[in-house]
């Protein structure tokens, strides 16, 4: 059994949303039913529609039946997790709505409180207004921002000023959720506890890196708030900026929350700036049309919602340049797109190719030594290597090998990225989240970007759902020589 953690209060506002039915409840089932919530901890979903508690504690049961892994829900379990749960009726434009909120917690003023906003970031300010109002901010308060944080950099800063005003920068936890997955995690240890790794990260070995993110559903119920976000801002300027961070950045001298994000800034502001002219050579931006996906039909992108014009991207590629001493001359090639063949997200770290092979007829056959981080659908790392066949031929014959570098589960369940991030924000350890200026330096990076596509300064293409994306995105890469990784 895990150690018990400290008591806590938990408010999820939008808590009867999607996010919150399909992946909150559900952590927060399973951190309560492996010992990670104290028992007495509370968890209060906020929502507009008035119910009872008993109400309340028989929709989450559904949703819990619908959204946790097979065979996860367990009636006896539940009725153990259920006590914790608490229902207000809140509307975020009502302040006196907080009223029921205001009593509730003001039975344990001493407890930390954890206040999720799995809500739109229109509503952040005006949530925080009313927690503050209704003085239920303590020193032991901390607040849970949900992506986006804005749709560029000015709107980005007027988010984190509103918040700012309520709660200390210590206090507030941007989340990006891939940041919570083991394999993730797994980079930093990978780099940092381990001697070999050490002076081969650097653009003397290393040839370039690949990070995809693609998936193979569309925008689903989603397309109202994906129309106004698309590929760059939904996943490149969040998701996949956050894994550079972790691959490029300088050791951090601890652990500490500051000192990791430290390093991690330091990435950021180190993005070479895009020209004009490298937007439109070292970026593409596409839409998908109709096509199929296992063998099925599927709607083009403005076809499924009957819209149409829409200029928003589903697939982004592009390649990253980091002016410092380390990656200087080492391209970071991204993607990220919806509609794509398979669901498939990964980082490639390519080596560069030996110097000089005494295979004399197997030289051209010597493949570069890749380190292959998987993300999903499976989390695994792969470590590619040149290994002799074995066997009596005259010549020695080579093939490429893969090291499989996963640690076994001991566990039945394996915790999912939003167990990790509510564990770490109950103990009020911020590593995992993003602090202001990394926000904001990775907006600033993806502004330009951004600007120039707005103007239609990179051709909108095309791409039909169920492939690799546009032929554009194919060639942004081979241009260089190399080719995606396809495995
Ligand atoms: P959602 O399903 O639309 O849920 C939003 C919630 O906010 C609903 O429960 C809604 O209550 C509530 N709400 C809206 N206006 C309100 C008001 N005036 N007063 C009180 N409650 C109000 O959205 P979601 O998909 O859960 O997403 C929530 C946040 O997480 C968004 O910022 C989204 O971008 C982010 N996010 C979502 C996902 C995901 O997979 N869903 C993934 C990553 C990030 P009603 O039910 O009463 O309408």
Same mark, same amino acid.
């Given at each position: ?246 691959? =490029?950045? &300088?050791?951090? @001298?601890?652990? #500490?929350?500051?000192? $990791?994000?430290?390093?991690?800034? +330091?990435?950021?502001?180190? !993005? ?87 295979? =004399?007829? &197997?030289?051209? @056959?010597?493949? #570069?030594?890749?380190? $292959?981080?998987?993300?999903?659908? +499976?989390?695994?790392?792969? !470590? ?87 032929? =554009? ?15």
């Amino acid at each position: 059994m895990a150690e018990v953690e400290s008591l806590c209060d938990i408010v999820i506002f939008g808590g009867h949303g999607d996010l919150a039915f399909r992946k909150l409840m559900p952590a927060l089932y399973h951190l309560s039913n492996n010992g990670y919530l104290n028992k007495e901890s509370r968890i209060i979903t906020a929502t507009r529609v008035s119910m009872s508690n008993e109400a309340h504690c028989d929709l989450v049961k559904v949703k819990l039946e619908e959204f946790l892994e097979e065979g996860a829900f367990d009636e006896e379990k539940f009725n153990y997790f259920k006590e914790q749960l608490h229902v207000v009726i809140i509307d975020f434009g009502d302040n006196q709505s907080y009223k029921g909120l205001s009593t509730l917690l003001g039975n344990y003023p001493q407890r930390d409180r954890i206040n999720y906003l799995s809500t739109a970031p229109d509503f952040f300010g005006s949530i925080c207004q009313s927690l503050s109002k209704w003085e239920l901010i303590s020193p032991k308060s901390r607040v849970v921002l949900e992506k986006p944080i804005g749709r560029d950099l000015d709107s980005s800063r007027v988010i984190n000023v509103e918040v700012l005003k309520y709660f200390e920068e210590s206090q507030i936890y941007r989340i990006d959720h891939y940041l919570g997955k083991d394999t993730v995690q797994n980079i930093m240890a990978l780099r940092f506890s381990n001697r070999f790794f050490m002076p081969l990260w650097d653009a003397n070995n290393i040839d370039h890196v690949q990070i995809t993110v693609a998936e193979s559903v569309g925008v689903e119920g989603r397309w109202g708030y994906y129309d106004d976000y698309g590929a760059m801002r939904d996943m490149i300027q969040n998701h996949l900026m956050q894994l550079l961070c972790l691959v =490029a950045m &300088e050791p951090p @001298c601890s652990l #500490e929350a500051d000192s $990791v994000r430290d390093e991690k800034v +330091k990435v950021l502001r180190s !993005l070479k700036m895009m020209t004009p002219a490298d937007i439109q050579q070292k970026t593409v931006r596409a839409q998908y049309s109709q096509g199929s996906i296992d063998g099925k039909p599927v709607p083009g992108y403005r076809e499924g919602v009957g819209v149409e014009e829409s200029t928003t991207e589903t697939f982004a590629a592009l390649r990253v340049d980091i002016n410092n001493w380390r990656w200087n001359g080492v391209p970071f090639y991204l993607r990220s797109g919806k509609r794509m063949r398979t669901r498939n997200s990964e980082i490639v770290i390519q080596f560069k190719t030996i110097p000089h092979s005494i295979f =004399a007829n &197997e030289g051209r @056959c010597i493949s #570069e030594n890749k380190l $292959v981080i998987s993300l999903q659908p +499976k989390e695994s790392i792969q !470590l590619k290597l040149m290994n002799k066949i074995p066997g009596l031929s005259e010549e020695m014959r080579l093939q490429q090998v893969e090291l499989e570098l996963n640690t076994p589960l001991n566990m039945s369940h394996k915790p999912t990225a939003y167990e990790r991030l509510f564990l770490d924000v109950i103990r009020a350890n911020p590593t995992l989240f993003m602090r202001l200026d990394e926000v904001e330096a990775a907006w600033k990076w993806a502004d330009v970007i951004l600007d120039a596509w707005a103007e239609n300064q990179v051709p909108m293409k095309s791409y039909s759902a169920g492939t690799d994306g546009p032929t =554009a995105g194919i060639q942004l890469i081979a241009r260089d020589g190399r080719s995606w990784h396809d495995e």
